[in-house]
């Protein structure tokens, strides 16, 4: 069976296009088919760039700009990263499965007690809280944030583009919610909900729901 | 008081301005001199002193606070006896000088020498978060915090608290100010309950919004000192709390005039 002109492989770090040969207009056609099947999915994960040995400069530069206006890709870095040419690394259908490492599981700190205004917590995974965040006090977090009681302040969880983060409370009223690049205000209306809640991204934006589906 | 005993420094502060923490100062320092106590109240908000005002002893002044920090005079001699309780000194603030004229070691070392000799001194501190907040809170035991209720008055506060705790003074209490129970009842003002669920530290009283409080402010007698006044009853059982006293809370809403006028209109039919 004749090898695959464009493959997309995941790594550690995140995901790169790797390309067989310098046919520019194959390469093209390949990549359209695959993005139209799967490009929702790398999204969330960072680009870590192209890589062929056969490639030609011009065509590198000419495939990142594809990437980046075509198909809305965030390209962050030109070259891909020395351990990832050099690392073993799963096909890509593997990965559809799997979400995003650091919201499954991932180190967490834990916040015991309230935060109060002016106070800010910073972590590069996950935020548990066992108190309330009032009004004036930030989280921040690479992955999720749960707090075990009132959320009233400003919570930005997926720092970094993590888009399968959620942030969880028992009572939800922050001023404000951040998700990766989104940030929404919360409703207007004051109806205060009996369960605690999750905020996610679904769909493109973000949604506030019940924690269990059948709430 | 026993000789071996020292006194307790507690800081009344707020982050907001405005909400009355001169005003509490003066009367808890005045309502513990009625109940006996030996007490100096001491204003730290230098270049915007008040509580000489509030207290009625600005024409009393000779020395100040920064006097006393530069060694110009001795301690004793900026005490101001005030005209009515024996028990009761006032330590002015400087006005025409400004919040760097203190350092927090100065007023640790002075609030120390006056806790030899005093069973409460009472420090007003200014609004704010910097240096004259700073150096309020250095020398002091325990705080209380004055907020009314307003959510930027709650949010300031809850700042505030959170700064104490940090300073490593723990537990402080909450008084709520200018209570107005009529708009609470409407639903137009913030409750105690969702004040107390926010800033989640104890309340040591509640003082209803009291026309009393401009009137004693402009005499200078503390409304504390007012028989008749509710606000007046709010600040001595407030007093008496912090004397360790349990006293039940003040039900702001009903008060000797409203019985009053209940009865004429039951006679009067009107």
Known sequence: ????????????????????????????????????????FFKGSKFLGVRGEDLTEENRVEIMLLLKYKYDFEIQIEKVPDHVVKDNYEPVKEMIAAEPEVVQEGMTKFVHGTLRSGQEVSYNGNIVVIGDVNPGALLKAKGNIVVLGSLRGVAQAGIGGNRHAVVAAYSLLPTQLRIADYIVRPPEDDIQYKYPEIARVVDGAVVIEPYLPNK | MAKDKMGTAIVITSGKGGVGKTTTSANIGTGLAILGYSVVVLDADIGLRNLDVVMGLENRIVYDIVDVVEKNCKLKQALIKDKRYEKLYLLPAAQTKDKTAVKPEQMVELVGELKKTHDYIIIDSPAGIEQGFQYSIAGADRGIIVTT????????????????????????????????????????????????????????????????????????????????????????????RITGEEVELLNLEENDESKFSKVLKLIFGK
């Open chain 1, 1 to 40: 069976m004749r090898k695959d002109v464009v493959s997309i492989k995941g790594v550690a770090g995140g995901i790169y296009l790797n390309v067989e040969g310098n046919d520019l207009g194959q390469i093209k056609t390949e990549l359209e088919s695959k993005m139209k099947t799967a490009s929702n």
């Open chain 2, 149 to 240: 209720p307003e959510i930027s008055a709650v949010r300031d506060a809850d700042r505030v608290i959170g700064i104490l705790e940090a300073n490593e003074l723990h537990d402080p209490q909450l008084i709520i100010n200018r209570i107005r129970p009529d708009m609470v009842k409407r639903g137009d003002m913030m409750n105690m309950d969702d004040i107390i669920d926010i800033l989640a530290i104890d309340l040591i009283g509640i003082v209803p919004d009291d026309e009393s409080i401009v009137i004693s402010t402009n005499k200078g007698e503390p409304v504390v000192m007012d028989e008749k006044a509710l606000a007046g009853k709010a600040y001595r059982n407030i007093v008496r």
